[in-house]
């Protein structure tokens, strides 16, 4: 589980205010927040746990060069881009293997509404949602959540075959929560039912999935290996080939009529 507690350094969407620090309660500690309270309830379990759960806290996610801001040489999520480049230092590869990730991101302000982030692994992504909605949660976890593809810390994970998603928001012109990347992204913005409905969700995931004795009966995506999201640009691959077996089938139909018409 990750999220990152790094805050953008200047408050690039605010309109009055560019040049201050974003306080980043929700872009950035609201992960976090959710992180610790978890890492408490699980180590009073962690005997009936069948993983290992690490608590990843990335830095540098949130400096990348947007309409202005950028740092020099700087790009988003370097933080758990290097991390995963490293990761091999950190686990025994012969014995052990990686389950999935989740990156809770922008999960604790007000009018909560999770998106279907596209780069996430879709099997993951989608036994979250469900198992938020079975929870009660339809609100946070909606049916026909929103599709967007952002660039987040579960980028690198999904790159090296790590089954990972991102819980988040949308961030653009969304009139519920219009604070991203300006200095009201303050604790005044953040409600503690949004913090307590995705911590639920992701316990109860870990209850289903790795408490021993307990979930004989839940059956959910597991691995979390399929993955129907379509990156856009094949989308568009797909669509020119497509049409050019189209093209090439009618000039062959076409031929064959006029050499069928040639010889009778
Ligand atoms: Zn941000």
């Known amino acids: 589980m990750g999220a990152h507690y790094d805050t953008r350094a200047k408050a ?34 962690r005997e009936n746990l069948s993983c290992q759960i690490w608590f990843l806290f990335f830095d540098a996610e949130d400096q990348g060069r947007d309409v202005a801001y950028g740092i020099d040489g700087w790009d988003w999520c370097e933080g758990s881009e290097k991390f995963v480049d490293d990761i091999d230092n950190f686990y025994d590869s012969e014995n052990e293997t990686f389950d999935c990730m989740i990156l809770l ?6 009018n909560l509404k999770f998106i279907n982030e596209q780069y996430s692994t879709s099997s993951l992504l989608d ?34 075959g790590i089954p990972s998603a991102d819980l988040i928001i949308n961030f653009w012109n969304n009139p519920d929560w219009p604070y991203h ?39 959910g995506n597991h691995p ?3 993955d129907i999201n379509i990156p856009q640009i094949d989308i568009e691959m797909v669509s020119l080939l497509i049409m050019t077996i189209a093209i090439l089938g009618a000039i062959v ?8 018409d040639k010889f009778t």
């Open 181 to 219: 990347h300006t200095i009201q992204d303050d604790i005044s913005h953040i409600s503690n039912h949004s913090l307590e409905v995705t911590g639920k969700a992701i316990e109860q995931f870990i209850y289903n999935n790795y408490f021993v004795n307990l979930s004989d009966m839940y059956k």
């Open 253 to 260: 139909v076409v031929f064959s009529l006029f050499k069928k």
């Open 12 to 45: 690039t969407k605010d309109s009055t205010n560019p040049n201050d620090p974003v306080p980043g309660a929700n872009d950035g500690a609201s992960g976090c927040a959710v992180l610790l309270e978890l890492a408490k309830v699980f180590y009073e379990r």
């Open 105 to 110: 991101d922008m999960v604790g302000g007000v």
């Open 224 to 226: 979390w290996r399929e």
């Open 127 to 160: 036994e979250l949602f469900g198992v938020g909605r079975n929870l009660g949660f339809t609100e946070e976890f909606p049916k026909n959540a929103i599709s967007r593809y952002i660039t987040d810390d579960h980028k690198a994970f999904v790159n090296i």
